[in-house]
């Protein structure tokens, strides 16, 4: 079996933009886009992603049962061990396909692990990412379970995020990885990661907790937009269920701060920072290019993100300060994408006729169907 990955192009008899690349795809436009930032910058764009997902039972007939395979118990070794076989086999596959595995956990949802390899190149990374979800369904086959990215499948535990973690670097190379398997027929660039450089979001003043002046711009950038980089961070109906739950480390604020899990954006390290409002069912490509639309806005016009809020923002808005929310539905994200014209450059052309046209589709249909909480609340009504 082999994974290749192609970009598309219009046909060739067109009467329009004949042979031309075509605009709904996400990945090529990503490729295009991080090539324009480089040049215009001279910067990289690196990710590296947090991708937490459910491994779920099902019954004899193939259907859930809806019970996790392990216990909600957070960082609990022995969950972990239990699902060893399904995580193991996961990886063997993962580092054939040239992912450079480095940790792993359980979370604190009912089976629900978070395995991570090495940031990379933010289009690498996407490209992983999308491996690694193949690869995951096709383990849960092999061992009769459910591989479920569906962000909230219960309340009352933490639903799966995608925490995106990233930094602008000057230079580097790429170096194959040694855990490849050599073995393998594929092209080095496979196994290869980015590495060495200049991490320029790292501190360059005697603050350590402050990234330095081209991350401050790009957090500028990433906070004016941030209400329109929901709808793509956040991009399903019921994304909104793991902002709404509160008390499970879903960002619902528009703020930043280092090591602040109330916001929607954390300085997570010196030499990066993470946006929180990313979930696991998410398309990294789209991702990728609208981050690089807010670093470009942010860098170009110099966009002061404002202080980070060291204070946790319950306690902050108990002492007075205004915030503003993140979106809290998928229709909300998608009139304040609408509106924000530096993100919809990020899906040129057809890619966001394409998008608005497939979500808005999903909360309008949503809207018009009755739900087993429709029942609960009315069905013995008697007005």
């Known amino acids: 079996m082999a994974r290749v990955f192609v970009t598309c192009f219009r046909n060739r008899e067109e009467r329009e933009n004949p042979g031309s690349h075509l605009t709904s795809d996400c990945r090529g436009n990503l490729r295009i886009h991080a090539q324009e930032f480089k040049k215009k910058h001279g910067y990289q764009l690196r990710v590296g992603t947090e991708p937490e997902m459910m491994w779920l039972t099902k019954n004899e007939d193939g259907t859930p049962t809806g019970k996790g395979f392990s216990k909600p118990y957070c960082y609990h070794i022995d969950q972990f061990e239990s699902l060893r076989p399904v995580f193991m086999q996961v990886m063997k596959y ?16 009912p089976g629900q692990l978070e395995l991570n390899w090495m940031y990379d190149d933010v289009l690498r990374n996407a490209d992983r990412l999308s491996t690694y979800r193949q690869i995951c369904a096709q383990v849960a086959r092999e061992f009769n ?17 995608c925490h995106t973690n990233m930094s602008l670097w000057t230079g580097g190379k790429d170096k194959v990885n040694k855990l490849s398997h050599k073995s393998l027929p594929a092209m080095d660039e496979v196994f290869t990661y980015v590495e060495g450089g200049k991490n320029t979001f790292m501190p360059d003043t005697k603050d350590v907790q402050l990234p330095g002046k081209v991350g401050l711009k790009a957090i500028g950038g990433v906070m004016k937009h941030l209400g329109a980089l929901t709808a793509i961070g956040s991009s399903t109906v019921n994304s909104y269920r793991r902002l709404w739950d509160q008390g499970f480390w879903a960002p619902v604020y528009a703020d930043w701060g280092y090591q602040n899990r109330t916001c929607g954006l954390r300085v997570s390290a010196p030499g990066r920072f993470e946006y929180r409002s ?17 670093f470009d806005d942010g860098i170009s016009n110099n966009i002061d993100p404002g202080k980070p809020e060291s204070r946790s923002m319950y306690e902050a808005q108990a002492a007075g300060k205004e915030v503003k929310k993140l979106p809290l539905s998928l229709g909300q994200a998608l009139d304040r ?29 949503f809207l018009g169907a009755t739900t087993q909480w429709d029942l609960d609340t009315y069905l013995d009504c008697l007005p």
Not at 145 to 161: D, E, R
Not at 342 to 364: G, R, T
Request: with cysteine; net charge negative.
């Open 94 to 109: 993962a580092r054939a396909m040239g992912l450079d595995m480095i940790q792993g956990d359980h979370e604190d949802a």
């Open 145 to 161: 379970l459910i591989a479920c990215f569906m962000t909230k499948p219960f309340m009352g535990v933490s639903a799966s995020g």
């Open 278 to 294: 990313v979930d696991s069912m998410h398309n990294p490509y789209l991702m990728g290019s609208g981050l690089l639309k807010c």
């Open 337 to 365: 994408l609408a509106e924000d014209e530096v993100i919809k450059s990020a899906m040129p052309d057809e890619m966001y006729k394409v998008f608005h046209w497939y979500k808005n589709d999903e909360w309008e249909r």
